[in-house]
């Protein structure tokens, strides 16, 4: 399979692309630092990377950012860059992508265990990661036919754990994670939320 994988740079996505290179062609998509460069936020920038791409049999998303702070602290532009980035980002992909994707491919994007457990601080990652799930079953419906979509939901990794001064034993480590995606690319189900903790 030729796979792309955005956000490939990141903890994430290097994970993602030691997994699968071994078996298909990896295409690589970040900010910096990959085959092509991407703006998640920006969808004349992710119309750019799929005029460089040609046909693709998958497209893994491993990026989108999205801000963690109290809730009487989030600005309006804190909000907006959230569902611009993580949300507005990967429903770009897929539907931008839709025209690149070969006849059965598969879409995997990322949402995040606080869709479905939020803490105080998440107000905005929660909207945007349960945003992406809904987005997902909805483009799944779409796109039947023609192309899988799913989502996989990490839950705390563990190297994330561990840089923020938290034990890493609550985690799962990125590597395992990862497992998920490739799940997500070799079975056959679409609209699924893929639970990766």
């Known amino acids: 399979m030729r796979i792309l994988v955005v956000g490939a740079t990141g903890l994430l996505g290097s994970e993602i692309v030691k997994l699968l290179a071994a078996e298909h062609d990896i295409v690589t998509a970040s900010r910096k630092g990959s085959d092509l460069h991407v703006d998640l936020s920006d969808k004349r920038s992710i119309e750019s990377m799929y005029t460089q791409t040609g046909t693709l049999d998958a497209i893994v998303c491993a990026a989108g950012s999205a801000k963690f702070a109290p809730l009487a602290t989030l600005a309006d532009e804190d909000f907006s860059f959230s569902l611009a980035n993580k949300l507005m980002g990967q429903v770009n992909l897929v539907r931008c992508g ?9 879409f995997t994007l990322t949402s995040g265990v606080l869709a479905q457990q939020p803490m105080e601080g998440s107000a905005a990652v929660s909207i945007v990661n349960a945003g992406v799930e809904a987005f997902a079953r909805s483009a799944a419906l779409e ?8 989502v996989v939901s990490p839950g705390w990794v563990a190297e994330t754990l561990e840089s923020m001064g938290r034990d890493p034993s609550q985690g799962v480590p990125a590597a395992i994670v990862a497992q998920a995606y490739k799940r997500s690319l070799g079975g056959s189900a679409s609209g699924e939320v893929i639970d990766a903790s």
């Open 143 to 150: 796109l039947r036919g023609k192309a899988r979509v799913n």
């Open 98 to 106: 839709a025209a690149h994707i070969s006849q059965g491919g598969c």
